[in-house]
C-alpha cells in the first residue's frame, strides 16, 4: 500500500494562490492515478481533481474548473494541485488518493481509491 504524504495547505485570503503536493511512496509502479478530494466542516468529501498516470486525461469539478489544475511530477511520484483564485467557499481539508492502475483514465468515485493522505488544511478568508 502506499504511502502519500500532503503538503502546502495554509491560510490565505481571498484571490490567492497555493499549490498543494502529495509526494507518493511505497508503490512498485509508477502507473497510478491521482484524485484530489476537499472536506468541508459538515459537508461530505467530495472529488475535485483528478488525473490519469500518464497525465493524459483529467477531471475537474464544476466548482473549481478554470481556478485549479493538478499536474504530476513522475520522476518524483508527486502530485500536484494548483489553485489560484481562491475562495472562501475553498476552504477545506484535503486529501489526495491514489490507485495503482495500468489504464490511462481517472477516478471520481473515493471507493476507486486504495491509499489515502492525511490531508492538508487550506483556510481562504474574505
Known amino acids: 500500500q502506499a504511502h502519500l504524504v500532503e503538503s502546502g495547505g495554509r491560510l490565505v485570503q481571498a484571490g490567492e494562490s497555493l499549490r498543494l503536493s502529495c509526494e507518493v511512496s511505497?508503490?512498485?509502479?509508477?502507473?497510478?492515478?491521482t484524485g484530489w478530494f476537499r472536506q468541508a466542516p459538515g459537508k461530505e468529501r467530495e472529488i475535485i481533481a483528478a488525473?490519469?498516470?500518464?497525465?493524459?486525461?483529467?477531471y475537474y469539478a464544476d466548482s473549481v474548473i478554470g481556478r485549479f489544475s493538478v499536474s504530476r511530477d513522475k520522476a518524483r511520484n508527486t502530485v500536484f494541485l494548483q489553485m489560484n483564485d481562491l475562495k472562501p467557499e475553498d476552504t477545506a481539508r484535503y486529501y489526495c488518493?491514489?490507485?495503482?492502475?495500468?489504464?490511462?483514465?481517472?477516478?471520481?468515485?473515493?471507493?476507486?481509491?486504495?491509499?489515502w493522505g492525511q490531508g492538508t488544511q487550506v483556510t481562504v478568508s474574505s
Open positions: 488518493a491514489v490507485k495503482e492502475s495500468l489504464l490511462g483514465s481517472y477516478y471520481t468515485s473515493s471507493g476507486a481509491y486504495d491509499s
Open positions: 511505497g508503490l512498485t509502479s509508477s502507473r497510478f492515478a
Open positions: 488525473i490519469g498516470w500518464s497525465s493524459v486525461s483529467s
